[in-house]
């Protein structure tokens, strides 16, 4: 039987959605932006594979925001064996940095587009510029936007080497909770 919402003993299929969905969406934006390299400035695949990355970069601002809605509406499945406090800690540490990177990285990315006096395009839609035409702080923006998205890796990476060594070496449930198509537990 299927269970939508979180229980104390796994994530329910909406937040086990919502995670791969947000790592897909993640993988998607980093392509679109790599890829544009291998195309000369101006060229039509460059400028799509540009407006591709804004476009579902903003996507995952609009699903972070709900997946924290379902994140803060039910219970965080409890972790067997039971984790020390360091570990509980150091995890939440890493949940808070990986949404505050989706939520960041979105924003400073309308933001350069705005203040670079480029449209901001979303599936058909312009949104409205964040701030007025500003080259040298489009261009500081773009920098700090660029730090934290190659952070990004990092965190993705950390998040995930934690997953698998919670798997693997500590031998409990983490990874499992998260796992789609798994039977319940407990």
């Given at each position: 039987m299927m269970n939508w919402k979180?229980?104390?003993d796994r994530y329910g299929t909406l937040s086990i959605a919502m995670h791969w969905l947000m790592l897909a969406l993640l993988v998607a934006v980093y392509a679109c932006i790599l890829l544009r390299e291998e195309y000369p400035r101006g060229s039509d695949p460059r400028e799509a594979l540009k407006t591709w990355h804004a476009m579902l970069g903003l996507s995952v601002?609009?699903?972070?925001v709900l997946r924290l809605a379902i994140r803060l509406s039910g219970p965080t499945p409890r972790i067997v064996p039971a984790v020390p406090v360091w570990q509980h800690r150091l995890a939440a540490a890493m949940h808070l940095a990986l949404y505050l990177f989706l939520i960041a990285?979105?924003?400073l990315g309308w933001l350069a587009l705005s203040a670079d006096g480029k449209p901001v395009p979303f599936f058909g839609l312009e949104l409205p510029a964040l701030w007025g035409t500003d080259k040298d702080f489009a261009h500081s923006v773009e920098e700090v936007h660029e730090t934290i998205g190659e952070i990004g890796y990092w965190l993705v990476g950390l998040h995930a080497a934690a997953a698998l060594f919670h798997h693997y070496v500590v031998r409990d449930n983490t990874l499992?909770?998260?796992?789609?198509?798994r039977a319940r537990t407990g």
């Open positions: 979180n229980t104390h601002l609009g699903l972070v990285m979105p924003l499992l909770r998260m796992l789609p198509g």
